[in-house]
């Protein structure tokens, strides 16, 4: 009985799965003709990005500049996910995007197996693969577009040093403790090479006492994160320097500071320009900020792809640019938020 519950219980997954990938499938054939149809455009190909927030500012940006430098080629790119009803997962939406063989694939990848067997997949099938922002170093992808992670680190480092070197921690006697907010469920390599960026520039400095921890935060989602971190100020003794490496993780921090009290307690080294980031800034609460040529890498995305048609192969890896922004160049950036 108990193996007739068990092939029973198979079964009704077995079939709940293909049933989801079929209406999936239908609904992407769905928007590719929508698509067309406001278009009026016949493109020479058609790319799909694949992304872990595709709500969030980065990840529009970072679209944008893909649609833009895909119709300059004559190519279409999109958001896939964005006119579909379901919220699939990045899995599922790259299963979708191989079984409508898509000319290629743009995806915030990360170190999983299943991410490593999809886009083993998809080239196998003759799609080749472009990860951004997120890699997956064991695949068959043909580039990687992203940021030099350990550069960045080390520009934090040097952040975390000008930090120290305030007259408010000369003071202190104790070291200073930084915390690194990263996330607990994203295997992401990169994430590991800017901590040891951090970690190694810090250590170099020999004037600077401080001790760096690691804070995990479960990234499900947005509500987790959030929870994660408001858990975090609500200990006795908080950290006196927060090291965000994403905006969500960055945008949470600055509201807890603000929501317990603690503006002008800790220092926040955040990551991307949002409006709210760079508004945090001027006002003192965030110190600075890693600015991220988001445009520049969905630009990159569509330049290694089609480099893939043209040669037969593309550069392995693309880096964008990245700027620290702080109190000696907020108001530039400001300006520039204004006149877009």
Known sequence: MKHKKRMLIFATLLICMVLTAAVGIRL?????????????????????MIADDRKSSLWKSIYQGAFEKGKSENIYVEMLGDNLDIDYSKEQLMEIAIASKVDGI???????????????????????VVTVYGDNTQSKRSCFVGIGSYNLG?????????????????????????????????????????CSGIQETI????????????????????FSVEESI??????????DVFICLNELNTTCVYQAAIDYNKVGQIHILGYYDSETILQAIDRN???ATAAINTRQLGEYCVQALSEVYELGYSSQY???????????NIKKYLEQKEEK
């Not at 250590?203 to 947005?222: C, F, G, K, M, R």
């Open 285 to 287: 609460v965030i110190d």
């Open 230 to 239: 408001r858990d975090i100020f609500m200990e006795e003794e908080l950290p």
């Open 203 to 222: 250590e170099e400095a020999n004037a600077v006492s401080a001790e760096i921890s690691y804070i995990s935060v479960d990234d499900t989602n947005a």
């Open 28 to 48: 992407l054939q769905l928007s590719m003709k929508h698509g067309e149809e406001i278009t009026d455009e016949k493109y020479d190909r058609y790319y799909v």
């Open 106 to 128: 743009i995806v915030s990848a990360d170190e999983s197996e299943e991410m490593t067997q999809l886009i083993n997949q998809a080239v196998d099938n003759q799609i080749p």
């Open 154 to 194: 080390r520009e934090y480092g040097k952040k975390v040093i000008e930090i120290a070197g305030s007259n408010a921690q000369v003071q202190r006697k104790e070291p200073m403790k930084v915390c690194m907010i990263v996330n607990s469920y994203t295997k992401d390599y990169g994430q590991n090479i800017l």
């Open 318 to 328: 693309l880096l964008a640019d990245v700027e620290i922004i702080d109190d000696k």
